[in-house]
């Protein structure tokens, strides 16, 4: 395994345009009251950054590895979300939900059925479970079924992260870890989202969802470093 120090000093400088267009965001923190496609630009732009990072590593790259190619594909997803997100409030909402469950089914796939770990599949089954029982009385109409079906994917997103660690039979990675905490984050992201949305103001809540969001898509593309180690291992095997 690759030590994650020598994997700092190679991928660090990759993401420093990611670091600076997060803080570029926070800085300009423009008003949700009134979306423009400039105030999408500066939401979508550390996602803009992470497509470059993975881009950074060569097509060739990405050509080799399906992982790669499908966190990438989530990436842009996630970026079109973003955006249909802006003007959630002029009907886009359930747009960006769309954008995003496509996301959660790409980084599932990425993310491999291989092992399956049922302990870690119950205990996100359960954490899903109650989420959406504390949404179901605040859903109507539409709302009620779409949600169940987003939690549902994000949920599975979530598992088959977690499943990959088996931190107890030190069969990880760190980028493995990457995946795991990126995942989580987004649940956390998306759960902030859906209480400040359906059930009631959250405190902070726009900078809670953000902080998690970006945070959760750099971990989970720099899980995509772990394919290009391996495809490293087998050249020199």
Same mark, same amino acid.
């Given at each position: 395994?690759?030590? #994650?120090?020598?994997?700092?000093?190679?991928?660090?400088?990759?993401?420093? #345009?990611? *670091?600076?267009?997060?803080?570029?965001?926070?800085?300009?923190?423009?008003?949700?009251?009134? #979306?423009?496609?400039?105030?999408?630009?500066?939401?979508?732009?550390?996602?803009?950054?992470?497509?470059?990072?993975?881009?950074?590593?060569?097509?060739?790259?990405?050509?080799?590895?399906?992982?790669?190619?499908?966190?990438?594909?989530?990436?842009? *997803? +996630?970026?079109?979300?973003?955006?249909?997100?802006?003007? $959630?409030?002029?009907?886009?909402?359930?747009?960006?939900?769309?954008?995003?469950?496509?996301?959660?089914?790409?980084?599932? +796939?990425?993310?491999?059925?291989?092992?399956?770990?049922?302990?870690?599949?119950?205990?996100?089954?359960?954490?899903?479970?109650?989420?959406?029982?504390?949404?179901?009385?605040? !859903?109507?109409?539409?709302?009620?079924?779409?949600?169940?079906?987003?939690?549902?994917?994000?949920?599975?997103?979530?598992?088959?992260?977690?499943?990959?660690? $088996?931190?107890?039979?030190?069969?990880?990675?760190?980028?493995?870890?990457?995946?795991?905490?990126?995942?989580?984050?987004?649940?956390?992201?998306?759960?902030?989202?859906?209480?400040?949305?359906?059930? *009631?103001?959250?405190?902070?809540?726009?900078?809670?969802?953000?902080?998690?969001?970006?945070?959760?898509?750099? !971990?989970?593309?720099? +899980?995509?470093?772990?394919?290009?180690?391996?495809?490293?291992?087998?050249?020199?095997?």
């Amino acid at each position: 395994m690759v030590s #994650p120090v020598t994997v700092v000093k190679s991928e660090g400088p990759k993401l420093v #345009p990611f *670091f600076k267009a997060t803080c570029v965001y926070f800085v300009l923190w423009l008003p949700t009251s009134s #979306p423009s496609w400039f105030s999408a630009l500066i939401k979508c732009l550390p996602i803009f950054c992470l497509w470059m990072f993975l881009l950074a590593h060569g097509f060739s790259f990405l050509g080799a590895s399906s992982n790669a190619r499908k966190i990438f594909a989530g990436l842009v *997803f +996630s970026a079109l979300g973003d955006a249909f997100l802006i003007w $959630q409030e002029q009907g886009y909402f359930v747009h960006g939900l769309l954008m995003f469950a496509i996301t959660h089914i790409l980084y599932s +796939s990425a993310f491999g059925m291989k092992p399956v770990n049922v302990t870690a599949g119950l205990v996100v089954t359960a954490v899903s479970s109650v989420s959406y029982l504390l949404l179901y009385p605040y !859903l109507s109409g539409p709302f009620t079924y779409l949600v169940a079906v987003y939690v549902g994917l994000i949920g599975f997103m979530g598992w088959r992260s977690v499943a990959g660690l $088996q931190l107890a039979n030190d069969l990880w990675t760190w980028t493995k870890l990457c995946a795991c905490l990126g995942a989580v984050l987004f649940m956390v992201s998306d759960l902030t989202i859906a209480v400040n949305k359906f059930c *009631f103001p959250v405190p902070n809540s726009r900078a809670i969802i953000m902080a998690t969001y970006y945070a959760a898509q750099m !971990l989970i593309s720099l +899980s995509v470093v772990e394919c290009q180690d391996a495809e490293g291992a087998r050249k020199s095997a």
